[in-house]
């Protein structure tokens, strides 16, 4: 059975960091690209970054620079670090790994970012 399981959410303050996790078990986690998506209230869901199983990473323009995603794949964890955030970055924040021909999503993590 497929778990896919985002962490880290919470309520940050403009120009605050912060740190998401997701945890992927029951794949072959190393051939897995993993990505980041986010969806604020009223917008689809948008691609935020993706780390290739080569350890590539790729990132949309809205958070190039301040958002920085890293695998740890004796951990089967993908991190993204997320600093100077803006309000415009509040979401749920969603995981998806990405072995071959697959795709396995988590349930989301909300992240807040207001004063």
């Known amino acids: 059975q497929v778990q896919v399981e985002e962490s880290g959410g919470g309520l940050v303050q403009p120009g605050g960091s912060l740190r998401l996790s997701c945890v992927a078990s029951?794949?072959?986690?190393?051939?897995?690209?993993m990505g980041w998506y986010r969806q604020a209230p009223g917008k689809q869901r948008e691609w935020v970054a993706t780390?290739?199983?080569?350890?590539?990473?790729s990132y949309a323009t809205s958070v190039k620079g301040r958002f920085t995603i890293s695998r740890d794949n004796a951990k089967s964890t993908v991190n993204l670090q997320m600093n100077n955030l803006k309000p415009e970055d509040t979401a749920i924040y969603y995981c998806?790994?990405?072995?071959?021909?697959?795709?396995?999503w988590g349930q989301g993590t909300q992240v807040t970012v207001s004063s």
């Open positions: 998806k790994a990405s072995p071959p021909f697959q795709d396995y």
């Open positions: 029951g794949i072959i986690f190393r051939i897995a690209a």
């Open positions: 780390i290739d199983n080569g350890g590539g990473p």
